[in-house]
């Protein structure tokens, strides 16, 4: 798209050099839009390069270290609305920092998470923003602003399940709140394609991720785990969705730390 648009202001240029009275006004008119339109999708292209035009200049390493640094420090923070209430017990060097029950293993755990999914949330945008209008206005839109408020949200529906764990509701009931917290926080501060889909993927491969670590190596457990497993116990039901949740906090992070370096 843009190159054609830039053949297409090159022939109206051309035109003028023999230019038709009747038509003269129109072209000048066309090739005003032409000429803004090429800008336009400059400006988009340059804001957001393939990850190959920007590895070199190290912009790609800053971007992804800033994200783990940040699942290190901000997601045990998070991870801990939950600890606290017991909603999960750390069983392999656990930590008790102030009122922060958290184990060891969290932060790099939680900074590979970090660094994983805003990797992916890069890699997609790049190959999105040609041609998918959501993502651009996604890429327009990324500020420190919207980021804080991301993450404000998530840490308030993290809030919201373990009040209402800590509050003995039923499972079913937990899962419709937090599905329709999902649904709108996802419409609302994301509403991507590839937004959707890592979401998702995370949902799903996240808590099969936990099953692993808790059968081979005892990280930790749910006491109320109701989603049973023969391998490796329970976990709750609501925990998928907490995943959920956590995409459109780290895409706009990812988007940000972008734009910001």
């Known amino acids: 798209m843009y190159q054609r648009t830039l053949l297409r202001t090159a022939a109206l240029e051309r035109s003028l050099t023999h230019p038709n009275a009747l038509t003269l006004a129109r072209n000048r008119e066309l090739i005003g839009h032409s000429r803004n339109l090429v800008c336009n999708l400059a400006r988009t292209k340059s804001s957001y390069p393939t990850t190959s035009e920007v590895a070199p200049e190290g912009k790609l390493s800053a971007v992804l270290l800033t994200l783990a640094l940040s699942g290190a420090t901000t997601g045990t923070l998070l991870d801990g609305i939950h600890s606290r209430v017991g909603v999960l017990i ?39 923003v040609g041609y998918d209008p959501t993502t651009r206005g996604a890429l327009r839109e990324a500020n420190l602003f919207k980021m804080v408020v991301s993450f404000g949200v998530l840490a308030a529906m993290l809030e919201l399940s373990s009040y209402m764990y800590s509050s003995d509701m039923k499972s079913s009931t937990i899962c419709l709140a937090l599905a329709l917290c999902a649904a709108v926080n996802y419409l609302v501060l994301d509403s991507t394609k590839q937004g959707l889909a890592l979401a998702l993927l995370c949902a799903l491969g996240a808590p099969l991720l936990e099953l692993v670590l808790m059968q081979s190596m005892h990280l930790w457990h749910y006491p109320q785990g109701d989603l049973h497993t023969s391998v490796a116990g329970g976990i709750c039901r609501f925990v998928p969705f907490c995943y959920f949740f956590y995409v ?5 992070l990812a988007r940000y730390l972008w734009k910001m370096y």
Do not use: C, E, K
Request: net charge negative.
């Open 90 to 128: 750390y069983d392999s060097a656990p930590l008790q920092l102030g009122g922060l029950s958290t184990s060891a293993w969290v932060p790099p755990l939680l900074a590979a998470f970090y660094f994983v999914m805003g990797g992916l949330v890069i890699f997609f945008d790049s190959r999105m």
């Open 248 to 252: 459109p906090a780290i895409s706009n």
